[in-house]
């Protein structure tokens, strides 16, 4: 019987509605982004919202969460308010082209994102998975369009992605004003290649490029000493 909720050291995520379960990738962007002490911060595609709930732990932000899946919405809200920061969370069902198109003032210090990212591969039979999945409902040309509106003149756009999708983007968000300015290599083990890449953007070009990695478990299958590390303030245990 799988279990309904994800504990973690200071907050609790329910994830039975939500289009996606807890996985290491929302962990992981959570964890390794660039983020405000303060100030503004907007996650699209929000799920159950433990990437919103990693950062109102790192940080003194307020954050807002937004999501097209209504039972999605419905279990942020009800983990935003279980948790700590419940003040400084809020969660919206709208979809981001249209949360841009209503000429909101606000502009957010760091939008982030594990956007959908499959556009041409099989779709599962379940769909709110693959709503969660594929990127039919937002195109990486409309996220973009709609980061260019919502962010801040120093702000970051932070996201997930696997590589081969990673490299269209960086080559999308060039055209939309967007320049690469910190790459992280994400590797299963340390005889893998890197599956995920977590990329951060900002509207000014630098002249080096930061690049680091990090491998989530050794060659025996447990977690890293670097992973433990990284994610010591969040999970319970990790064996």
Known sequence: ????????????????????????????????????????????????????LILAQRSKAQITAIDIHQASVWEARANFKESPWTERLKALMISYQLYAAQGNPIRYDLIISNPPFFENDLKS????????RHNDHLSYRDFLLASRYFI????????????????????????????????????????????RLILSFGKQILNEIQKNSIT???????????????????YVSLK
């Open 152 to 195: 801040s003149e120093i702000g970051q756009l932070c996201l997930i992605l696997p590589l081969t999708e990673a490299q269209i983007f960086i080559e999308e968000a060039k055209n939309s004003g967007f320049y690469l300015q910190k790459k992280i290599e994400i590797k299963p083990k340390p005889e893998k290649e890197a599956n």
């Open 1 to 52: 019987m799988s279990v309904d909720y994800f504990q973690f050291k200071q907050f609790i995520v329910h994830h039975t509605y939500s289009t996606m379960k807890v996985g290491t990738d929302a962990v992981l962007l959570g964890t390794l982004s660039d983020i405000p002490e303060k100030g503004k911060i907007l996650e699209v595609g929000t799920g159950t919202g433990v990437i919103s």
């Open 125 to 132: 039979t379940d769909i709110n998975r693959n709503i969660a």
């Open 216 to 234: 989530i478990r050794n060659n025996d299958n447990t977690y890293s000493e670097t992973y433990k590390k990284l994610t010591e303030d969040f």
